[in-house]
Nanobody, 116 residues
Framework: QVQLVESGGGLVQPGGSLRLSCAAS???????PDWYRQAPGKERELVAH???????NYADSVKGRFTISRDKAKNTVYLQMNSLKPEDTAVYYC???????????WGQGTQVTVSS
């Protein structure tokens, strides 16, 4: 069983920044972590992924603005979000696939609201 606990969401003005954190209950290198988001009335979408080799992938809508990273010592994955736009408003979820078992786990989600 893997537990993922997100934090860092909140209300921010357009153009502002937020950093989301996802603390994992297991070694961060034993999982493949991602960040997803779901806006009201829309499907959940993949925002960012970091591979075991440190390679990263981003949704086109966030490229150049968001950065995914991880801290081995803290078993934590981060999503740095800059130049936020109202369309970034959503519940952000941390997701992880365990490399050996391929089991999938989700965090509880954290609300991000971009509004003036």
């Amino acid at each position: 069983q893997v537990q993922l606990v997100e934090s860092g969401g909140g209300l921010v003005q357009p153009g502002g920044s937020l950093r989301l954190s996802c603390a994992a209950s297991v070694n961060i290198f034993s999982i493949n972590p991602d960040w997803y988001r779901q806006a009201p009335g829309k499907e959940r979408e993949l925002v960012a992924h970091i591979g075991s080799d440190g390679s990263t992938n981003y949704a086109d809508s966030v490229k150049g603005r968001f950065t995914i990273s991880r801290d081995k010592a803290k078993n934590t994955v981060y999503l740095q979000m800059n130049s936020l736009k109202p369309e970034d408003t959503a519940v952000y979820y941390c997701h992880a696939e365990v490399r050996l078992s391929r089991n999938n786990y989700w965090g509880q989600g954290t609300q991000v609201t971009v509004s003036s």
